[in-house]
């Protein structure tokens, strides 16, 4: 049987982890509006793995309500959930995101940096393409793989 939005939305606060969890992943794919203002609850979450799945479903909803809860997560501790916010505004598309992705890629972490170049190029903003192109060249084969990917769908917008 599957859930409800409401029973998900409960399930998103319930004491057991497991739950909380499964429920911020699972809110992401029911592109109910209604789950945005409890994801961004949850982003609040002491569990990075509910603040990561919390983030990355605010992103899958698609709404700009979303927006400055996710640029406030990029400074989370956590790398996941930098990691997750940055493709959830990657997902939003909003031109408001691209100089905190910027800011985003040069984390110390190469999987947070490669989310935050592929997520410019997700943007598609040619303005984007100055902030993709220092990562050409970066040491991280994943990083350089995610800003050739970007560069190319950034080219293609010129």
């Not at 409401?6 to 399930?11: A, N």
């Not at 509006?33 to 990561?52: F, G, Y």
């Not at 406030?72 to 930098?82: G, I, M, T, Y």
């Amino acid at each position: 049987m599957s859930k409800t939005t409401d029973d998900l939305i409960k399930d998103l606060f319930n004491p057991n982890l497991i739950y909380r969890v499964n429920a911020a992943k699972a809110l992401g794919k029911t592109h109910d509006s209604r789950a945005v203002t409890e994801l961004i609850k949850a982003t609040q979450d002491e569990n990075h793995m509910v603040r990561d799945n919390a983030a990355f479903a605010l992103g899958e909803l698609g709404d700009v309500r979303a927006l400055d809860t996710l640029i406030s997560l990029l400074k989370d501790e956590h790398p996941w959930v930098r990691k997750s916010t940055a493709k959830a505004l990657g997902l939003l598309k909003h031109p408001g995101a691209v100089p905190h992705l910027a800011k985003l890629a040069e984390d110390p972490e190469p999987a947070v940096r490669r989310c935050a170049v592929r997520s410019l190029g997700w943007i598609a903003n040619p303005s984007t393409k100055h902030h993709v192109e220092p990562y050409l060249q970066d040491s991280d084969p994943i990083v350089k793989s995610a800003a050739e990917e970007a560069w190319k769908t950034l080219s293609n917008q010129a």
